[in-house]
Each structure stands twice: as structure tokens, then as C-alpha cells.
């Protein structure tokens, strides 16, 4: 299966091969590799190399290393935290904005509120109306800001609802991104509160069949949290310059 790795940057070379082998299906999740010494052979490399590749390929979430009698690499299904690790990794160095996030949002969610608004079954509008009473009593409760990673669930549930696993991938990444930004630009109960107005405006829309107006209520929501986030960030950014200064 495995052939004999380039001298330049042969960990690399494994880690191209397997993951090949993984992608066209000659490896199967669940399915062990060969030994090591097997591999050793067939790529030409020594065992510090190998190793490095396996370790390399078990942190991008091809593999699993399993210890003890037995053990060895295993391959596995890449997960969705994985794959979005994966490209925050690359995007971190990016300095990816609320502006660039809120494009993606704009093109896929407002789409996503439509298809709902159409093909949601009754218990799929059950869930979501679920989801939205659990932030409403987090925010009542605590009289608090609702938790980013409560807001972000009623968006998640929306592309996962559309069973299309590249809106899914593509916009759980996005979500991320977004909860870690509000975590670290901490927005007030007001903020929640317009997020919990036009959660309920898009639902109503949603519930009611109406196609274009919950596509309408989701665009207006995705500019309003856009608006606020970034003039938050602003916020932050000149009292971090006044606090310097002092």
C-alpha cells in the first residue's frame, strides 16, 4: 500500500500517504495499520520518523494511537471539533474580524431560516423552541448575560437541521470563532437581550411557515449583532490605548 518515502521531509511524505489512504478508502475507520516494523520497512524511514508522522497524523484526527498489548494505530473518523481545530489553527494568524464572519453568516444563515421556515416538521420546530426557552431562562434566572454558547445553539441547530454537512462544517467553525470573540469582548444583558428578540422574531417567522420573513428577520439580526459587536470591540480597543497611555 505504503512506498518508500522522499529523503526531504519524509515525515511529511507519510503523513501525505496515509492520509490518501484514509480519503480514497483503502483504510476504514477502525481499521489498524500495519505493524511498525512493517511500516518501517515500507516507507524506508527509521522508527523516530515514523513515529513523528504517527503522533502528526493522531493530533489532525486521522488516527488513534492505542497503548498496551495490542495497541498501535488505529484509524479514525474525523470528528467535527477536529476538522474546526484543524482550521483555526491556520485562521488564528489570519486576524479573522466580526466583519468577515458576519460575510459568511449573511450568505448561509438567512438561507438556512428560509429552509427551515419550509421544511421544519413539528418536532424540529419543538426543539428549536426548546432551545430558545432554555437561553430566555438563563437570561431571567441569573439576570444576566445569556451565555455565547447558548445564543450560538439556536444557529447551530439551524445548519444542522439542513443535513448538509459543508453548511454544517462551514458554520460550526464560523459559531466557534464567533463564541470565543464574545467571550473575550464580553457583551452586556442588552446585547443578550436583542440576541433573545430576534431569536424569538426569527422562531415566530420559522413556526409560521413564512419563508421570507424569517430569511428577513435573520439577515436583520446578523447586521444588528455585527453593529454591536463591533462597536464593542471599539469600546475595548480605546480603553486598552487609555490604559497604556496612563
Request: proline share 3%; charged share 30%; hydrophobic share 40%.
Given at each position: 500500500m505504503f512506498h518508500s518515502a522522499s529523503h526531504d521531509k519524509m515525515s511529511t511524505h507519510i503523513i501525505r500517504q496515509v492520509r490518501e489512504a484514509i480519503l480514497k478508502g483503502q483504510l476504514l475507520p477502525g481499521q489498524s495499520l500495519p505493524p511498525e516494523k512493517d511500516l518501517i520497512?515500507?516507507?524506508?524511514?527509521?522508527?523516530?520518523?515514523?513515529?513523528?508522522?504517527?503522533?502528526?497524523?493522531?493530533?489532525?484526527?486521522?488516527?488513534?494511537?492505542?497503548?498496551?498489548?495490542?495497541?498501535?494505530?488505529?484509524v479514525s473518523e474525523v470528528d467535527m471539533e477536529t476538522t474546526r481545530d484543524s482550521?483555526?489553527?491556520?485562521?488564528?494568524?489570519?486576524?479573522?474580524?466580526?466583519?468577515?464572519?458576519?460575510?459568511?453568516?449573511?450568505?448561509?444563515?438567512?438561507?438556512?431560516?428560509?429552509?427551515?421556515?419550509?421544511?421544519?416538521?413539528?418536532?424540529?420546530?419543538?426543539?428549536?423552541?426548546?432551545?430558545?426557552?432554555?437561553?430566555?431562562?438563563?437570561?431571567?434566572?441569573?439576570?444576566?448575560?445569556?451565555?455565547?454558547?447558548?445564543?450560538?445553539?439556536?444557529?447551530?441547530?439551524?445548519?444542522?437541521?439542513?443535513?448538509?454537512?459543508?453548511?454544517?462544517?462551514?458554520?460550526?467553525?464560523?459559531?466557534?470563532?464567533?463564541?470565543?470573540?464574545?467571550?473575550?469582548?464580553?457583551?452586556?444583558?442588552?446585547?443578550?437581550?436583542?440576541v433573545l428578540d430576534s431569536h424569538q422574531k426569527i422562531f415566530e417567522a420559522i413556526k409560521a411557515g413564512d419563508g421570507d420573513k424569517a430569511q428577513e428577520c435573520m439577515l436583520a439580526h446578523i447586521c444588528d449583532v455585527e453593529r454591536e459587536l463591533e462597536a464593542l470591540r471599539e469600546r475595548d480597543e480605546k480603553q486598552a490605548k487609555i490604559k497604556q497611555a496612563v
Open positions: 520497512t515500507q516507507f524506508g524511514v527509521s522508527k523516530h520518523t515514523l513515529r513523528e508522522a504517527l503522533r502528526s497524523l493522531e493530533a489532525m484526527g486521522f488516527i488513534e494511537i492505542k497503548r498496551g498489548a495490542g495497541g498501535g494505530p488505529v482550521i483555526a489553527n491556520f485562521l488564528h494568524f489570519q486576524n479573522v474580524s466580526v466583519r468577515d464572519l458576519s460575510e459568511i453568516r449573511k450568505i448561509m444563515e438567512p438561507y438556512l431560516a428560509r429552509l427551515a421556515a419550509e421544511r421544519f416538521s413539528a418536532q424540529e420546530i419543538e426543539k428549536l423552541e426548546e432551545i430558545d426557552r432554555k437561553c430566555r431562562k438563563i437570561f431571567e434566572k441569573k439576570k444576566s448575560v445569556v451565555g455565547a454558547k447558548e445564543e450560538i445553539d439556536f444557529h447551530i441547530f439551524l445548519a444542522q437541521a439542513s443535513r448538509n454537512p459543508v453548511m454544517v462544517m462551514v458554520l460550526d467553525f464560523v459559531n466557534s470563532m464567533l463564541t470565543d470573540l464574545k467571550t473575550n469582548i464580553k457583551p452586556d444583558m442588552e446585547f443578550s437581550q436583542h
